[in-house]
C-alpha cells in the first residue's frame, strides 16, 4: 500500500491530512513535496513495525486502518 503514496503528484499546493478517518486530530502538511521523504518513511516503519494498512483517498488523505 505504500506505493500508492509515492504515486502523489508532487503539487506545492496541495495539503496533506494524516490521521485516522474519523478522528478529529489530523496533522496537514503543506507543500507535500517537502515531506514526502519523511512521510513516505513513517508510513513505511508504520506498514513493517505495526503490520497496519496504510489509505490513500481521492481527497490525498493519507488513512492508518
Do not use: C, W
Request: hydrophobic share 30%; net charge neutral.
Amino acid at each position: 500500500m505504500v506505493e500508492k503514496i509515492n504515486s502523489f503528484t508532487d503539487d506545492s499546493q496541495k495539503t496533506i491530512a494524516i490521521g485516522r478517518n474519523g478522528h478529529s486530530q489530523v496533522e496537514k502538511f503543506h507543500n507535500p513535496k517537502k515531506y514526502y521523504q519523511q512521510i513516505i518513511s513513517i508510513y513505511e516503519e508504520l506498514v513493517d513495525r505495526y503490520k497496519v494498512a496504510v489509505t490513500v483517498d481521492k481527497s490525498d488523505t493519507i488513512g492508518i486502518n
